[in-house]
């Protein structure tokens, strides 16, 4: 992908609302040797069980069971869709393992932010995150974030050299998605209107 490319997507997802304009947040885009090295890393960590604290605290705990059951369903959907049997741990698993990868994707970002900003700056930084995802599909490619990189920050530092204030929020695979792959034919279902919006007279 040519760089003008990338940078011209990175430029629009920029221009996202930002709360007194302050643009939280940065995306570092991991090439050759660094990606080789991280993606080894993070392959390791996940095979041998290792855990680390992470920087931020995405679920809720304990997770209540409406919740749990939209997560359930998501994960059925998607291992369904490649054939991936509930029981099949080690195909789960293997399938879990493309995160550390970016599944293949042909640029591999690192989202971060500096630590000390509060919630503010983590809503402002996940609206130019979906900016990017929105670019991006404008200029005909094709985005995947990353969660489970947020499981590995310790890692992911030493990996890029990062100091400890700078907290790793995601990762995001961008390029140019195969639309004939069964995994892009997932489907989650989305809730309704009313379980999610009011109006209070």
Avoid at 69 to 80: E, I, N, P, S, T
Avoid at 99 to 120: K, M, Q
């Amino acid at each position: 992908m040519a760089d003008s490319l990338l940078q011209d997507v990175l430029t629009l997802a920029r221009q996202a609302p930002s709360g007194a304009n302050l643009q939280p947040g940065s995306l570092i885009s991991v090439v050759g040797e660094a990606r080789q090295r991280l993606t080894a890393d993070l392959t390791e960590g996940w095979r041998s069980g290792a855990q680390e604290p992470e920087d931020y605290s995405y679920f809720p705990t304990p997770l209540p069971m409406s919740l749990r059951r939209r997560q359930v369903a998501a994960a059925k959907a998607l291992y369904g869709s490649i054939g991936i049997a509930q029981e099949d741990r080690a195909g789960r698993d293997l399938q879990f393992e493309q995160n550390f990868r970016f599944f293949d994707a042909p640029v591999a970002l690192i989202a971060t932010i500096n630590g000390d900003f509060g919630s503010g700056g983590y809503m402002d930084f996940g609206m130019t995150l979906y900016g990017l995802m929105l670019a991006a599909q404008s200029h005909g490619l094709a985005t995947c974030a990353i969660g489970a990189m947020a499981s590995y920050p310790g890692l992911i530092r030493r990996n890029l050299g990062l100091d400890e204030n700078s907290k790793i929020v995601c990762g995001i695979a961008l390029g140019y998605a195969d639309a004939d792959a069964a995994v892009n034919q997932t489907v989650t279902e989305r809730c309704a209107l009313e379980q999610y919006f009011r109006v209070i007279e």
